[in-house]
């Protein structure tokens, strides 16, 4: 049993006495590039990480529906007549915003059972590691086995991405719940998220002796409001000026004549997404052929596209970048929407002491609040426990 689950069952048991019908669990992700392209319907490279969202629960044999996290010790009282009308807020949007998802496509919630349910997480929150993505992927493989529904991988992303957009109110894409549902040991997700069609793409990190280093850099961000949907507007106004369903149907060879009719603010949010979605293809090739010293080179250009074109990084991520390509990394770059949150460095397992302590330095010198640095490695994807 790791802490997680002991935390969890101990919490279920406190809070609604005995054991509870089963334990899930649904990573968080980081993500290796594709920054901005799952809603252009273009290509994501996530990877589910080793810090996760675990869940214990039981129906009842009534309507009631109770909620309880170790994030906040008030237990949540509901019912599933509330849950279908959406009458839900704070944090039990995201457990809560899964069920009236399954209502909106895959339950009739007059028909289905109440239930108990404890969260823990260890993924930080507010940190750009989907802490959110992870609880509502597993709320959704629990309830998906306890109410029955058998719902495919895709599927349960799409309710969990549904969640995220209406219950929670954040105008995100599928990425972050693909993720959580597809990861796999030592392989990246490899995603068209226009098709969701998937690819399993193999690593290899840990024999190449190399070690992902996550650093939170501590600024929070949020997708809900300001600059995330910013983006996102301008991407679809860039879309509807050329003439395209998505950004994903412009390729680089279009941009010299999308830069003629398009202002430049719009035209450089462009040229990121399709240049990006570029270096996600590249990616997949280097990996495949373990070229890393080229995946490695994708990863910097990304982090340079979305500091100048997407304008979503910071200088505590610009930083850390900094820190990792003087400090001989082989890439490094922001993970996720940006405008705070983690940056990432892909580098040889013994300099990974120095770079933390070398971005600790930096950071006290400069006056920021400190940040954490620690490692995560690709791991399996949302499932029961038992
Ligand atoms: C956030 C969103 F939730 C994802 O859907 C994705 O758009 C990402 O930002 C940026 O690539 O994590």
């Known amino acids: 049993m790791t802490v997680g689950t002991e935390r969890v069952g101990a919490l279920f048991a ?17 993500n290796l590039i594709g920054e901005h392209t799952d809603y252009n319907e273009g290509f994501v490279l996530p990877f589910a990480i080793d810090r996760a969202t675990t869940v214990a629960l039981s129906p009842r044999d009534d309507r009631v529906v109770r909620l309880v996290s170790t994030f906040d010790d008030r ?23 899964v069920a009236w998802a399954f209502g909106e496509r895959a339950v009739d919630l007059s028909r289905v059972h109440g239930f108990e349910l404890a969260i823990d997480s260890d993924v930080p929150v507010g940190a750009g590691l989907s802490s959110s993505a992870a609880i509502e992927m597993a709320v959704a493989v629990a309830l998906d ?5 058998g719902l495919d991988r895709t599927a349960l992303a799409r309710i969990g991405q549904r969640a995220e957009n209406i219950a929670v109110g954040a105008p995100t894409g599928i990425m972050d719940q693909a993720a959580s549902v597809f990861g796999e040991a030592d392989a990246a997700v490899f995603l068209d998220c226009r098709s969701i069609a998937v690819e399993q793409v193999p690593l290899g990190f840990d024999a190449a002796g190399l070690v992902l280093l996550v650093v939170d850099t501590r600024v929070e961000h949020s997708h809900a409001t300001g600059g ?3 983006r996102r507007d301008a991407c679809e106004r860039g879309a509807r000026e050329l003439g395209v369903t998505a950004l994903r149907d412009v390729t680089v060879d279009d941009l010299p004549g999308a830069e003629q009719v398009l202002d430049d603010i719009v035209f450089r949010r462009v040229r990121h997404v399709v240049t990006e979605d570029a270096r996600v293809q590249e990616s997949v090739a280097a990996l495949k052929a373990g070229d890393l010293a080229a995946f490695g080179r ?7 596209s979305m500091r100048d074109d997407f304008e979503i990084s910071v200088p505590e ?18 993970t996720g929407g940006g405008f705070g949150g983690c940056a990432i460095a892909l580098l040889p397992g013994g300099d990974a002491a120095g770079l933390a302590d070398r971005v600790l330095r930096d950071f006290a010198d400069r006056g920021w609040t400190a940040p954490v640095p620690f490692t995560v490695v690709p791991s399996e994807g949302a499932r029961a426990l038992r």
Do not use: K, N
Request: no cysteine; glycine share 14%.
């Open 298 to 304: 994708l990863m910097y250009a990304s982090h340079d």
């Open 317 to 334: 991520l610009d930083a850390v970048v900094e820190a990792a390509r003087a400090a001989g990394a082989i890439g490094a770059r922001m």
């Open 75 to 97: 237990v949540v009282e509901s019912d599933l007549g509330r849950v279908a009308s959406r009458d839900f807020d704070g944090w039990a949007a995201y457990p809560l915003g």
């Open 228 to 230: 995330y949907r910013d």
């Open 14 to 30: 406190q809070t609604y006495g005995g054991e509870p019908a089963g334990l899930w669990r649904a990573p968080g992700r980081v």
């Open 145 to 149: 086995e306890v109410w029955g529904t």
